[in-house]
């Protein structure tokens, strides 16, 4: 059968890469792809936006598409899942109205308050002088959050008042984030560690992935800008049996049934960014209503489950039914940035060390790539790599990851050098 995968990042090469691998699959396309999705064996880019829904429906069908996986979140928002269902194709992803749950922070608070799931202390504002009056009663650190898709970088933890005010005056009058910030969620900043949980929803049934921990701050030591994030690992040595029950029970399971209840059954990828105190209770910070990026590289690295065959049992409502099957070892990826990221990149300069032999249990995975007209390998965006490496030790995937990522150059690359840090700590003590 051929499946399609819609979008052009890592998170898609590397959904491409894992469906591509299923016996089931004859052939996978990827709209628009990248260069790395270009390179895959069983895969083919086709040059149709993500974002452009009648052809996006226009060729599933032409192509007899027998389903489609959804990437990012910007299409599902904007109601791709709904336009494939009414034209009767099979399409992985929550509808427009289940979305809303990451195209609204605002939604995604009142949500969590209304179902009892924990979560920070917050105030949504469209005015100015409102937010800032919020601002003066409340103790620093805060956190200021455009309300809508900002491609991950919509948050800035501000360390005083006098920060989180500027930060809402910028983001409300469109300066920061354009339309994404006319509303904006200000609230208390939690502290603790962060924990990425991502589980497989059918409408009723969860099935939870492995679990992971995304690194979003550019620089080392958790410092700098917010970005979209520049590494991540999998499994997640904090999450152990009772924090996943907890989890479970207190903020996966209540956000589907709460879903449900109000109208807007959820289907495909959920993801709960979470943040962990020191007594283990865990707190929503945000809710992404697909796979993380880049997460999902590491994750699906380490899967030994058929990818094709979980999406058709999310599809066919059979997912009480169904289990997923991990490698053993830890995955660690490693983010490879161009110069300016998180804000403004220069495109087009030649990536060299790509077409060097792939070591054993790594992969590199493309997310702002291209190829230009002399066939070669080029930056196209600001997350361009992820390089990722399995070991039996946190320390050792790591390792590999680095030796992957130290044969990879470009003009101005950049990448962080403590990914997976706070895991090998863990590992040390024990």
Known sequence: MRVLVIGGGGREHAMAWALARSERVSEVLVAPGNAGTAREPKVRNVQVGAEDIPALVQMAREHQVAFTVVGPEAPLVAGVVDAF?????????????????????????AFM??????????ES?????????????????LVVKADGLASGKGVEVAATKDDA???????????????????????????????????LVDGEDVLAMASSQDHKPRDDGDQGPNTGGMGAYSPAPLMDGPLYERVMETIVRPTVRGLAAEGRPYQGFLYAGLM???????????????LGDPEAQPLLFRLRSDFAELCMAALDKELNATTMEWDPRTAVGVVMVAAGYPGSVERG??????DEPEPADTKVFHGGTAIDGEGRVVTNGGRVLCCCALGERVSDAQAAAYR????????????RRDIGAKAIARENRG
């Open 165 to 199: 005010m500027l930060a809402a005056e910028r983001m409300l009058s469109g300066q920061a984030f354009g339309e994404a910030g006319r509303r904006v969620v200000v609230e208390e900043c939690l502290q603790g560690e962060e924990l990425s949980f991502i589980a």
């Open 276 to 290: 962990v105190d020191e007594r283990g209770e865990p707190r929503v910070l945000e809710y992404n209503c697909r």
């Open 349 to 354: 300069d030649p990536i060299d060390g790509l």
């Open 125 to 141: 504002f469209d005015h100015l002088d409102a937010a800032q009056d919020y601002i003066r009663e409340q103790k620093a650190p």
């Open 85 to 109: 269902q009414e034209a009767g194709l099979r399409c992985l992803g929550p509808t427009a109205d289940a979305a809303e749950l990451e195209g609204s922070k605002a939604f995604a608070k």
């Open 404 to 415: 992957r990522v130290a044969g990879i150059h470009w003009d101005g690359v950049f990448y």
């Open 113 to 122: 308050a209304r179902n009892g799931i924990p979560t920070a202390a917050y």
